[in-house]
């Protein structure tokens, strides 16, 4: 096969759906029956939903089951650069060949009837984890969790639940208990489920699920405890006290994902040694990832380059706490957002961190807001913004008013896959 021809296949698999979400399971189920359920031949699944932090706890995880000698499959979204980010085949990314003979083998079972992208492409992540030898298979929910593509593991060894925060409530519910609701959907009868800080209404829809289930929950605040303590991450549970090293992906926000992490790793019966390399080997683009190389960084040598995908309130203000625990230097932003999300409610939080923020359109990107509308959203809330043609745009303009500034490319991962195919 040719380099290149999962895309053809991906572009034609865009096209079976007039929706690209359309929550419901029954065509993913109609898929898996016609590839004979790969979804029943999976290593042992742990399962993790959540608003934010989830895909960064997924990563810990990971890190944490492979220090211990696991092959581990993982299946996460969206992908930044390449498609082949999202599946990742016994630790390594999946290869073209492989890639494109199970959407091949998707795309013909499948027969042409109405199904979403993400169902489909999920089908074919099932069917290849299915066919090759691992110990584990992480799986990240997509959208909620109730009627997600990846709710389809009956037994799961785990499940997770990161913060829930109100988020894409045209799809999950106006209301936090709505939204927890659904993503408590993935928690499934007598299977333990790692829960993370919650809000009081979001803690009480998780607990009457797993309550209704029989499904023992690991809640952050009773049963585990994590903080920043001199430098260290402490971490506590009924086992005992663990004194570790910071997470390597930054921000204090990530104490609490790699919370998350060591309380699952923990119950599935893992050492101190794997806990400790869940928080220093894992890695997770795009999130307050440094860029050191690529045509942006060239153009402007003495400034510092950073990368954010968040792109919802509690992003904003996870990102506005990570940046106040940078060293001190001048700070600009260049932001891009799609127009499905609450634009204003991820700008306030950033007010006051950035002497200027340069608004961006999303290149290829048919929801991106434009330029002005993005500045004008920032103004009000509070940031001194300016429009930019371009992302090499707003950098030579920052670059000619402070060369040696901090300069953080923000607001949306469909803008930081951009910035990573060009500079990653």
């Known amino acids: 096969m040719s380099a290149g021809h999962s895309d053809v296949i991906l572009e034609r698999m865009m096209s079976l759906h007039p929706k690209i979400i359309d929550l419901t399971l029954d065509r993913v189920w109609r898929l898996l029956a016609a590839l004979d359920h790969p979804e029943r ?180 605040g009773q049963h585990w405890h994590v903080a920043e303590e001199r430098g260290r991450l402490v971490y506590q549970d009924e086992r005992g006290l663990l004194d570790l090293p910071l997470p390597r992906l930054i921000g204090a926000h990530q104490v609490i994902n790699a919370g998350v992490a060591l309380a699952t790793l923990r119950m599935l019966g893992m050492d101190d040694a794997a806990c400790e390399a869940a928080l220093v080997r894992a890695d997770w683009p795009a999130r307050m990832q440094r860029l050191t190389r690529g045509p942006l960084p060239d153009a402007a040598p003495r400034a510092e380059f950073w990368l954010d995908g968040g792109h919802n309130p509690a992003a904003g203000a996870a990102l506005a706490e990570a940046l106040g625990r940078l060293p001190a230097r001048p700070t600009y932003m260049i932001c891009g957002m799609l127009n499905t999300k609450d634009v204003g409610g991820y700008m306030r939080p950033l007010a006051g961190r950035a002497a200027r923020l340069y608004a961006v359109e999303i290149p290829g990107e048919a929801a991106t807001l434009s330029a002005a509308q993005t500045a004008a959203a920032a103004r009000a809330a509070g940031h001194d913004a300016a429009e930019a043609g371009s992302l090499h745009d707003a950098v030579a303009a920052i670059a000619a008013e402070a060369p040696e500034a901090r300069i953080l490319i923000c607001g949306s991962l469909y803008l930081a896959g951009r910035v990573l195919r060009e500079n990653g």
């Open 41 to 220: 031949r999976l290593p042992r699944v742990i399962h993790v939903a959540g608003t934010n932090g989830k895909g960064s706890a997924l990563a810990m995880i990971r890190a944490g089951l492979e220090a211990a000698g696991g092959r581990v499959h993982a299946y996460t979204s969206p992908h930044l650069a390449r498609f082949h980010e999202r599946i990742r085949l016994a630790g390594a990314l999946i290869s073209e060949p492989d890639l494109a003979a199970v959407l091949e083998e998707c795309e013909a079972a499948n027969g042409g009837t109405p199904i979403t992208y993400f169902e489909i492409t999920t089908a074919a992540a099932l069917l290849a984890f299915s066919r090759a030898p691992a110990e584990w298979c992480l799986l990240e929910v997509g959208l909620g969790g109730r009627l997600d593509a990846t709710n389809v593991v009956d037994r799961p060894a785990a499940t997770a639940i990161t913060p829930v925060s109100v988020d894409h409530q045209q799809y999950l519910g106006e209301t936090l208990a709505e939204i927890a609701g659904e993503k408590a959907g993935i928690i499934k009868r007598g299977v333990p489920c790692v829960v993370g800080p919650q809000e009081e209404a979001g803690l009480a829809a998780i607990e009457a699920r797993a309550a209704a289930l029989g499904a023992p929950l690991m809640v952050h």
